[in-house]
């Protein structure tokens, strides 16, 4: 039986698409028959961050409207094995997510992938509604600000009330916290929330830290997912991410200060 | 930090500003959140009637009260018995 788990927040551009890119990416690395699907109706933007935007002919609300079968739609990743990128619909709005469109469409990737990662639009509308709806485990990203935290707050609420899940009385939705966009220097000057802040007021297991890092910035230039920059420390950190998520235990990385050299320290810069 | 940020004065200590901040709206948010069963009402009135089969009180009397801690929940009920005097009414 397929896994599905949905990347959410609440608020928006803390980084659900570049985890949902990443995440998947890396299951697919690792052997995972792996989805990702975009809930953004109308504002997609998966497909730019995993680099196929030239490659998209169907979408996820063709496939829900039965104007195109699901191996029309889904595109496969040229880099990873394992992979397909199922994009959402750039002209239609989010009402065109029917409960019961996405539920046949799960029910029909189950039959052939392991793990069915959904990208979800910022809010708690319907787009988002219907992304963590089918949802067993979620990747809630916030960043260590508060307009983020309180949000991911609300959202845990809306997974523990509103998702399948709960509505059947079933064991609830697993979440864990991805707290990206951290600067460890600041944190350490009091200047920005601690990974142990965030972590005392949301209540969730932490799954990863992702420094704030430039890379980020450059591979979703580049339309690469930015798991696939080894060297980086962001790229690094979404590696080890997906590896506890397979249930490998290894220690949290790029939480405190790195060493500088003494130019660095002397001329700034990194 | 470059050679001139250690000219300039020490950052201040918002983050802890933020997270007492966060802490008192989250756990008002939840709070409203998790709001009781909509069966408070009528358990609260039936027992009400049970109770003043025997005992004379009136709906103030009777404190129904639902708390969660960790896994669990607790039904906390509280009934205020009249005095002795009052129970056997005027003589």
């Known amino acids: 039986m397929a896994t599905v788990i949905v990347v959410t927040s609440g608020k928006g551009g803390v980084g659900k698409t570049t985890t949902s890119a990443s995440f998947a990416t890396g299951l697919a690395q690792r052997g995972h028959r792996t989805v990702v699907i975009d809930f953004d109706v109308g504002l997609r933007n998966l497909d730019l961050i995993m680099g196929c935007e030239r490659r998209v002919v169907y979408d996820f609300v063709n496939v829900i409207n039965n104007e195109a079968n699901l191996n029309q739609a889904l595109i496969r990743d040229k880099r990873v094995e394992n992979l397909c990128i199922l994009p959402a619909s750039q002209t239609r709005d989010k009402e065109a997510l029917t409960k019961d469109g996405v539920e046949r469409i799960l029910g029909e990737l189950r039959q052939n992938v392991e793990d069915i990662v959904c990208d979800s639009p910022a809010g708690i509308e319907r787009g988002a509604l219907m992304a963590l709806y089918f949802a067993d485990e979620a990747l809630v990203v916030t960043n260590p600000e508060v307009s983020s935290v309180r949000d991911s707050d609300r959202i845990l609420g809306i997974l523990a009330s509103r998702s399948r899940r709960a509505e059947q009385g079933d064991e609830p939705v697993k979440e864990h916290l991805v707290l990206a966009r951290y600067a460890p220097e600041r944190a350490h000057s009091g200047e920005m929330l601690s990974v142990d802040d965030v972590l005392e007021i949301l209540g969730i297991p932490l799954l990863g830290v992702i420094p704030e890092s430039p890379t980020v910035l450059q591979s979703s230039n580049a339309g690469v997912p930015v798991v696939l920059e080894e060297d980086s420390d962001a790229g690094a950190a979404y590696s080890d991410l997906v590896d506890r998520f397979l249930g490998k235990n290894l220690p949290h990385r790029f939480t405190t200060i790195q060493k500088k050299g003494l130019l660095k320290r002397l001329f700034g810069g990194g | ?91």
């Open chain 2, 1 to 91: 930090m470059g050679l001139f940020d250690y000219f300039r004065a020490p950052p201040s200590k918002s983050a802890a500003v933020a997270k007492e901040r966060l802490q008192i709206i989250v756990a008002h948010e939840r709070g409203g959140r998790r709001s009781s069963p909509d069966y408070l009402p009528t358990l609260k009135k039936e027992l009400l009637d049970v109770v003043r089969k025997y005992v004379p009180i009136d709906q103030s009397q009777v404190k129904v009260h639902l708390d969660r801690e960790g896994g669990y929940e607790i039904l906390e009920l509280n009934i205020t018995l009249p005095d002795e005097e009052q129970r056997q009414g005027p003589r």
